[in-house]
Nanobody, 128 residues
Framework: QVQLVESGGGLVQAGGSLRLSCAASGRSFSNYNMGWFRQAPGKERSFVAAISWSGGSTYYIDSAKGRFTISRDNAKNTVYLQMNSLKPEDTAVYYC?????????????????????WGQGTQVTVSS
């Protein structure tokens, strides 16, 4: 069982920055690839970024490259999403998720079905 709790969302002007955090429970956090997803009103939940279990590899959607940075601190059981140069189209509820299938952790999952555990989400609103 993994429990995930996101924090760090809020209201920011376009061009601003936010850092999201996701605190995980459980002793196996360091074995799991982790992902960030977002869901805007009326849209499906979509992949944003992922990081490997060791932190050595990352993957981003094109619109996040150069603006967002995913990182993790396994000693603190926490994964982060640093978001810079925010745009109004980044407005969404952001979720972190754990991919607990360690047998396939050499590749990133980009679909929601590839993740077993989810946080409750944190709202990010970017005003123009």
């Amino acid at each position: 069982q993994v429990q995930l709790v996101e924090s760090g969302g809020g209201l920011v002007q376009a061009g601003g920055s936010l850092r999201l955090s996701c605190a995980a429970s459980g002793r196996s956090f360091s074995n799991y690839n982790m992902g960030w997803f977002r869901q805007a009103p009326g849209k499906e939940r979509s992949f944003v970024a992922a990081i490997s279990w060791s932190g050595g590899s990352t993957y981003y959607i094109d619109s996040a490259k150069g603006r967002f940075t995913i990182s993790r601190d396994n000693a603190k059981n926490t994964v982060y999403l640093q978001m810079n140069s925010l745009k109004p189209e980044d407005t969404a509820v952001y979720y972190c998720a754990a991919d607990t299938d360690v047998l396939s952790r050499s590749q990133f999952e980009i679909g929601p079905s590839g993740y077993s555990y989810w946080g409750q989400g944190t709202q990010v609103t970017v005003s123009s």
